[in-house]
């Protein structure tokens, strides 16, 4: 005997009530929302975030090489203790990451060909078991650092690019994108070398303004300081 169309209702309703509740069964938990990374009081409450957002990728360019890696390291070491290191010529000094804030000992080297590089990227912005990730990339097209972001927004990786400052620059994806430029380091002790000096400048921020300041580091408290009237 064929069902009413009044019976018919009534199961569809409790099929579609009994896949809703599978479905909640099923949805993994949901991942605590970690606090943005500080970077220095001044510059933090610059940010939207209040601090630099996790799960999100973020450019950094300069011109010497060697500042932008330090500016780059030093926020992957306050993501956390595991983190990767992605370059066609890896050449990390373990004494050098160490001042940076990075234990060696949490590093995951990456070499990779340039045509494997972005996929090697996408693939450990994916795993959870690293907290942040540096990328050497020379170029990233806007459908590249959309993936990118994607990726570390899934498992709240703080991805890291890192380029040489050419001047204009194609649209991205990325929640910022910082220029670092190095400055005369401020006098101290003739037995001492000066202490890393730079020009940061935030050319753009999801939601927020640019701005500039000029910082120094210390490598005693592993703190970045806003010098007076720098900021703006």
């Known amino acids: 005997m064929p069902a009413t169309p009044h019976e018919t209702n009534d199961r569809r309703t409790v099929l579609d009530h009994l896949r809703a509740r599978l479905a909640r069964l099923e949805a993994p938990p949901a991942r605590p929302a970690l606090p943005p990374l500080s970077l220095a009081p001044a510059i933090d409450r610059a940010l939207p975030w209040r601090g630099l957002c996790r799960g999100a990728l973020h450019e950094v360019v300069a011109d010497d090489e060697g500042a932008g890696v330090a500016f780059a390291c030093l926020i992957a070491a306050r993501a956390g203790p595991s983190v990767g290191w992605i370059a066609t010529r890896p050449d990390p000094f373990p004494a050098g990451l160490r001042a940076w804030g ?117 490598e005693t408290r592993h703190t970045l300081f806003v010098e007076e009237g720098g900021d703006g």
């Open 102 to 218: 990075i234990d060696p000992a949490g590093l995951l080297v990456v070499r990779a060909p340039p045509e494997d590089l972005l996929w090697a990227a996408e693939e450990c912005f994916r795993s959870k078991a690293l907290n942040a990730v540096l990328v050497f990339a020379s170029t990233l097209s806007l459908a590249a650092s959309r993936r990118l972001h994607l990726a570390a927004e899934e498992s709240g990786c703080t991805g890291l690019i890192l380029q040489r400052d050419v001047g204009g620059r194609p649209p991205s994806a990325a929640r910022s994108r910082w220029r670092v430029s190095s400055l005369p380091g401020s006098p101290g002790p003739t037995y001492l070398m000066p202490a890393p000096r730079w020009r940061l400048d935030l050319l753009r921020a999801r939601g927020g303004d640019p701005a500039t300041w000029i910082v120094q580091w210390n």
